[in-house]
Each structure stands twice: as C-alpha cells, then as structure tokens.
C-alpha cells in the first residue's frame, strides 16, 4: 500500500494476450485447479516448456506469464508455470537456482494468500537462500546486466525476501482476502 492507503496498481501485463484462469486457487475457497473437476485447469494437457535462455528472457513466454500471474496474485498458477521451467532447466544449474527462489517467493505468496505467516515466512526464508546461491553461481555471467537476472533485481528480491522472512505472526494477511498486493512483492523486469 502507499503512504495514503491507495493500493499500488499492478504492473502492465508482459503477455497480454494470455489469459488469466478464472480464479486464483485458493483452497476452501476454490476447486483444486488439476484434481479437481471443476478446476480451472482439470484436464488440460501442459506442454512441456523449453529451457529458458537467460539471455532471451524476453522470448520466453512461460516465464513472463509467471511473472504476470505472480504480480496479479495468480501465486498457485506462478509456482506451476516457474516449476516447469526449472525442470526444463534439468533442476540444476543459476537459472534453476533461480527458479526455485521464484517458485519459493509464489509459494511464499500463496501462503499469504491462505493466512499462513509460519509457511509465508518459511519459503520466504528458502527463497533467500536461493537466491543467494543463484547470484553466487550467475555472478556477471550470461543473462545478468547490471544486478538484474533474466530481467528481475537479484538483490531486490533477496532484500524483499529476508524481510518477508523475518515478519511476524500479526503482519500476514487476513485468510482468503483477494487482494494480491498486500503480499508486497511485485516484479518489474528490465
């Protein structure tokens, strides 16, 4: 929220023209997006993705629709679609390492989400790590101008992290509440 109590807008969406489910899962509130009959992806084939280049960032539209779902509250359907990518990835290497942070971060935004503060605080803190391990295996490598990795602030979002996980109890937000900005992480690729 801003100083004045105005919720910050979204972002612009990256991909536009990929629309959003018609709900962010939420459970007790919502059908399990896959096991779920009534889910809002039950049945559907998933084409596997291919590994992201992390210097076409901007070419790959599993990870840019990640980023939107995420920054729109979609924090259920962000981790699925950052997931795989990461197994794309063969789950090993800086962008996996990278990917687990982001799956860790919407994983962390899901808890928010459910009322959670111990699991938003726990993949907060997993994410922290991640993306410390990720900044120390990309260093200036492929795919990292100017701090930002694939397009995102690695030290921001470290930063946003450690401080997600050290919240307490009484900061996380009220259960099932649908407004996705008040987890207080939005990404803004560059």
Same mark, same amino acid.
């Not at 996996?96 to 803190?125: D, H, S, T, W, Y």
């Given at each position: 929220?801003?100083? @004045? @109590? ?7 969406? &990256? ?20 096991? @779920? ?18 210097? =076409? ?6 990870? &840019?629709?990640?980023? @939107? ?15 795989? &990518? ?65 397009? &995102? ?24 509440? =649908? ?12």
């Amino acid at each position: 929220m801003a100083k @004045d @109590d105005s919720p910050i807008p979204p972002p612009p969406r &990256l991909l536009p023209d990929r629309p959003f489910p018609p709900y962010a899962y939420t459970p007790r509130r919502h059908p399990h997006p896959i096991r @779920d009959p009534e889910g809002h992806s039950y049945g559907m084939e998933v084409e596997e993705p291919a590994a992201p280049d992390p210097t =076409a960032w901007r070419g790959c539209g599993d990870y &840019l629709y990640g980023i @939107d779902l995420f920054n729109h509250g979609f924090f259920w359907e962000a981790h699925e679609v950052w997931e795989g &990518l990461w197994h794309a990835c063969g789950r090993r290497g800086p962008t996996a390492l990278f990917l687990q942070a982001l799956i860790n971060m919407a994983a962390a935004g899901f808890q928010v989400r459910r009322g959670n503060a111990r699991g938003m605080r726990a993949n907060a803190k997993t994410a922290l790590r991640l993306f410390q391990s990720a900044a120390s295996a990309i260093g200036s490598g492929p795919g990292c101008h100017k701090g930002r990795y694939m397009g &995102l602030d690695l030290a921001g979002l470290t930063t946003q992290a450690a401080a997600i996980s050290n919240r307490q109890s009484g900061e996380a937000d009220r259960p099932g509440d =649908a407004e996705p900005r008040e987890f207080g992480i939005l990404l803004w690729p560059e």
